[in-house]
């Protein structure tokens, strides 16, 4: 009996592209799953991609993909170029992203009636 992997909290990868044709497909390693694949424009809206565990990204042309990992920028090295693929990070050993934080709300105005009560 081969033992599975442990479950992954999951991930979203979006992925978005600054040039047209370059098409994309992302493979979960542990399982050899491929739950994103396609081609993408500049003006297509942003492929989101929900993953578990360490995924692969292949690209036909790499440099030209804008890639986030739950919401924060992934950055492609400058060495990596054209049909290559990126090993995107272990989802299960990568602790969670920081939640934002919700700004305060802005003081209210006071009223354009009261400010002239005292002319």
């Given at each position: 009996m081969i033992p599975a992997p442990p479950a992954s909290r999951?991930?979203?990868?979006?992925?978005?592209?600054?040039?047209?044709?370059?098409?994309?497909?992302?493979?979960?390693?542990?399982?050899?799953?491929?739950?994103?694949l396609g081609t993408l424009a500049p003006r297509d809206k942003p492929v989101v991609i929900n993953v578990k565990g360490p995924s692969e990204l292949r690209s036909s042309a790499v440099e030209h993909l804008r890639i986030q990992?739950?919401?924060?920028?992934?950055?492609?090295?400058?060495?990596?170029?054209?049909?290559?693929?990126?090993?995107?990070?272990?989802?299960?050993?990568s602790p969670p992203m920081?939640?934002?934080?919700?700004?305060?709300?802005?003081?209210?105005?006071?009223?354009a009636s009261n400010a002239k009560k005292g002319r």
């Open positions: 999951p991930h979203q990868i979006t992925l978005t592209s600054v040039k047209a044709g370059v098409r994309y497909q992302i493979i979960e390693v542990n399982t050899g799953e491929i739950p994103g990992i739950d919401g924060v920028p992934f950055p492609i090295p400058a060495n990596v170029t054209g049909a290559m693929y990126v090993a995107l990070p272990d989802t299960f050993t920081p939640k934002a934080e919700v700004a305060p709300a802005p003081a209210s105005k006071v009223k």
